[in-house]
């Protein structure tokens, strides 16, 4: 069984149970994961949007905390993003998409087999289609709720 690190833990604490539940699996299975966040604050989640905007780098969000709430911004967390380790000299390895499409099929198949609603953003829609989808977020998975459940 993997586990988290020490700041893994922290973030862990910050997410819905559900999410718990499918991270933990995950890790009981020996998938050497880190958990890159769970919840973010409004600001948090304003400064990850300025990246490609009003900061250098790409655009990895459409969700700027503030008029538009990511499932990152409510307490506990709807969202986790996570990655798999690399065993090269750098803890993750962006480019590797093969790797976060691996971890993709592996954490629905997991929230499947547990009976929670989740969607990975690497196939939100979960058609197995990725060709057309608008945007991806492959460390991102999120649970399904309703607008109404939303607080």
Same mark, same amino acid.
């Given at each position: @069984?993997?586990? !988290?690190?020490? @700041? =893994? %833990? ?19 299975? /020996? ?6 966040? &769970? ?25 700027? &905390?503030? #008029? /538009?709430?990511? @499932? ?7 969202? %986790?993003?996570?990655?798999? $380790? ?13 790797? $976060?499409?691996?971890? &993709? ?7 499947? /087999?547990? #009976?929670?609603? %989740?969607?990975?953003? &690497?196939?939100?829609? =979960? ?6 989808? #608008? ?5 991102? $998975? ?7 459940? !939303?607080?």
């Amino acid at each position: @069984m993997k586990t !988290l690190s020490a @700041m =893994g %833990m922290k973030r862990r604490e910050t997410l819905h149970p559900n999410i718990q539940q499918v991270l933990d699996k995950a890790l009981a299975d /020996d998938l050497d994961i880190t958990l890159l966040y &769970g919840h973010r604050t409004p600001q948090e989640q304003y400064e990850i949007w300025c990246q490609g905007r009003t900061k250098p780098g790409a655009i990895v969000t459409h969700k700027d &905390g503030i #008029k /538009d709430k990511s @499932m990152h911004n409510y307490f506990p967390s709807l969202a %986790m993003d996570i990655a798999l $380790f690399d065993s090269s000299s750098t803890p993750v390895d962006w480019k590797d998409l093969s790797r $976060f499409f691996y971890l &993709g099929g592996r954490i629905v198949q997991i929230a499947r /087999d547990l #009976k929670i609603p %989740m969607r990975w953003l &690497g196939d939100a829609d =979960g058609d197995t289609n990725i060709k057309e989808e #608008k945007f991806i977020d492959l460390p991102h $998975f999120e649970l399904i709720v309703l607008a109404s459940e !939303l607080k």
